[in-house]
């Protein structure tokens, strides 16, 4: 059974830093790209970040360039997402998301139950 | 950039009626089109990818047509379970990179 278990998230100040990780099992990870998705509370999807199985192609939401890198350790099944200068506009869900491929083109087939990241005074 | 539209953004039907859902892109994008049935309270999954190849485990009453920038999801038969928020997401490599619909909300 595939399972993605974020951790991570919290209340975090303006400008300051949050590191999410997300650890997979379940399936052959080193095999499968992978996304970070975030869901502002009520509100719809916002695609983040992806990685190829090989972290050889990364890509980012126009939103977080420059302020997040994603990086995954396919020897430990994991999935990282380094988050700096937060803004309030930051504050939502983070899902970590399997893709149905080793290439970014392609479809989510299993999401995580998701990290909630609050960013406050 | 590519901008992905959904309509309508909600709808109300009855048990056993036909739903048909449109996601439109503002550029051609082949098929790299999938849908994304989010119930409250729970994560996303797949229904559709490739705009009309049905997810396994996924009931048949659910499929998807369309290629190019008109993308339609279809529930043949509305059923109580299927109340939830619809998304379709596309996936190829134009900007803006793999970005969602803004989501239609069914309900019964």
């Known amino acids: 059974e595939v399972q993605l278990v974020e951790s991570g998230g919290g209340l975090v100040q303006p400008g300051r830093s949050l590191r999410l990780s997300c650890a997979a099992s379940?399936?052959?990870?080193?095999?499968?790209?992978m996304h970070w998705v975030r869901q502002a509370p009520g509100k719809g999807l916002e695609w983040v970040s992806g990685?190829?199985?090989?972290?050889?192609?990364?890509a980012y939401a126009d939103s977080v360039k420059g302020r997040f890198t994603i990086s995954r350790d396919n020897a430990k099944n994991s999935l990282d997402l380094q988050m700096n200068s937060l803004t309030a506009e930051d504050t939502a869900f983070y899902y970590c998301?399997?893709?149905?491929?080793?290439?970014?083109?392609?479809?989510?087939?299993?999401w995580g139950q998701g990290t909630l990241v609050t960013v406050s005074s | 950039d590519i901008q992905m539209t959904q309509s309508p953004s909600s709808l109300s039907a009855s048990v056993g009626d036909r739903v048909t859902i449109t996601c439109r892109a503002s550029?051609?994008?082949?098929?790299?089109l999938a849908w994304y049935q989010q119930k409250p309270g729970k994560v996303p999954k797949l229904l559709i990818y490739g705009a009309s190849t049905l997810q396994s485990g996924v009931p048949s009453r659910f499929s998807g047509s369309g290629s190019g920038t008109d993308f339609t999801l279809t529930i043949s038969s509305l059923q109580p379970e299927d109340v939830a928020t619809y998304f379709c997401?596309?996936?190829?490599?134009?900007?803006?990179?793999?970005?969602f619909g803004p989501g239609t909300k069914v309900d019964i």
């Open positions: 550029q051609g994008i082949s098929n790299y």
């Open positions: 998301a399997k893709l149905r491929s080793k290439e970014l083109s392609a479809a989510i087939n299993y």
């Open positions: 990685i190829s199985w090989n972290s050889v192609n990364l």
């Open positions: 997401h596309k996936y190829n490599s134009a900007p803006p990179l793999f970005s």
């Open positions: 379940g399936f052959s990870f080193e095999d499968y790209a």
